[in-house]
């Protein structure tokens, strides 16, 4: 297991834009595809964005298409989660997952197969 460090949540209005951050502590992400996904009160953890360890390969969640992008800096040792036009719907804790993969062509769904996980960034979307 690796330690992940997430930042950026925050408190926005509706329409707003907030980017998540995640890094490696001690580490780089260059062999390791990502999952971010997001909890609120009372609902289940739901999957929003995932991305192959090349940086390449990237799914989204019906719910954020085309209002999020998650990326790979060119390090490979950050991955971001840019999130506009939020909506109240949007608010939960933000956590990212990685789980090694050296192939660099696919990425994961299925959060049982992440190995290591952030301890959350708080999202808030409220006017």
């Known amino acids: 297991q690796v330690h992940l460090v997430e930042s950026g949540g925050g408190l926005v209005q509706p329409g707003g834009s907030l980017r998540l951050s995640c890094a490696g502590s001690?580490?780089?992400?260059?062999?390791?595809?990502i999952g971010w996904y997001r909890q609120a009160p009372g609902k289940e953890r739901e999957g929003v964005a995932f991305?192959?360890?090349?940086?390449?390969?990237?799914f989204y969640a019906d719910s954020v298409k085309g209002r999020f992008t998650v990326s790979k800096t060119d390090a490979k040792d950050t991955v971001y989660l840019q999130m506009n036009s939020l909506k109240p719907e949007d608010t939960g804790v933000y956590y990212c997952?990685?789980?090694?993969?050296?192939?660099?062509?696919?990425?994961?769904?299925?959060?049982?197969?992440?190995?290591?996980w952030g301890q959350g960034t708080q999202v808030t979307v409220s006017s």
């Open positions: 991305i192959g360890s090349a940086g390449i390969s990237t």
């Open positions: 997952a990685a789980r090694p993969d050296s192939s660099g062509l696919w990425y994961y769904t299925d959060a049982a197969g992440y190995e290591s």
């Open positions: 001690g580490f780089t992400l260059e062999y390791y595809a």
